[in-house]
């Protein structure tokens, strides 16, 4: 077990400071529930923490199979319910790329499995609690 | 039902940046795994949503039972397995305040179950992928 340990201080109004691995960065709320948007608002975070703990994953399996890429966004769209708590119903991740020489889409297909059924942490968790799906976009 | 969405695009090595609520951050992995430690880790960035999702409950409930501190943080432990896919086993909040003229506990205590029990979508989404406890600390 290795342990994992953050601090996240309040500043003011609904700001508050995280510090998490030496960096610090802001979470505030809108000024709508009482904040003055310094940083962004903290629920997204979970989809933040899902896409960078795939993406690496990815980009560690493509590179490895010799697939190259320009450029690559995981954009990650999160449902959320009307209810009290309101949690993420669903959640999708887009893996998006742009390759100079073009992708092999098997491969790109099998890293993002591999990172979504055996790798990724943060996906095996947030499956536990909400649909998560997935697709892949080629962009010009 | 409300549409969150966040980009998460890699810049070079294992470093992406976020962009969430129209604020950027960046993460990274340590050398160890290929990274330049250019921001956290995204794992621990659950921690954060976390902290900051329940953290803004509190300040929230505890102003209106005009409750005052000076300092408020909160510390969150997560207990990381050591078998891929590796997850949280358990996680523990500690709210940690300090108070010129004292705080009432029974409040504290009441602000914190509301927010755990009934208002924090994190916390609900968290508790279904591993154990959630957590602790109040009055420091000098």
Not at 41 to 61: E, F, H, Q, T, Y
Not at 77 to 89: A, N, R, V
Not at 100 to 108: I, Q, S, T
């Amino acid at each position: 077990m290795t342990l994992h340990s953050t601090d996240t201080l309040w500043l003011e109004g609904m700001a508050f400071e995280n510090t998490t691995d030496g960096h610090q960065f802001t979470v505030d709320a809108d000024s709508k529930f009482g904040g003055q948007d310094k940083g962004p608002r903290p629920k997204p975070l979970l989809l933040n923490s899902l896409a960078g703990c795939s993406g690496m994953d990815v980009v560690s399996i493509l590179q490895k199979m010799k697939q190259e890429f320009s450029w690559f966004n995981i954009r990650v769209e999160g449902q959320l319910g009307d209810e009290h708590p309101k949690t993420y119903e669903s959640i999708k991740l887009i893996y998006q790329f742009k390759s100079a020489d073009g992708l092999d889409d098997a491969k790109v297909r099998k890293a993002v499995n591999l990172s979504q059924d055996q790798y990724c942490g943060v996906s095996a968790m947030l499956k536990k609690a909400c649909e998560l799906t997935w697709d892949i976009e080629y962009l010009e």
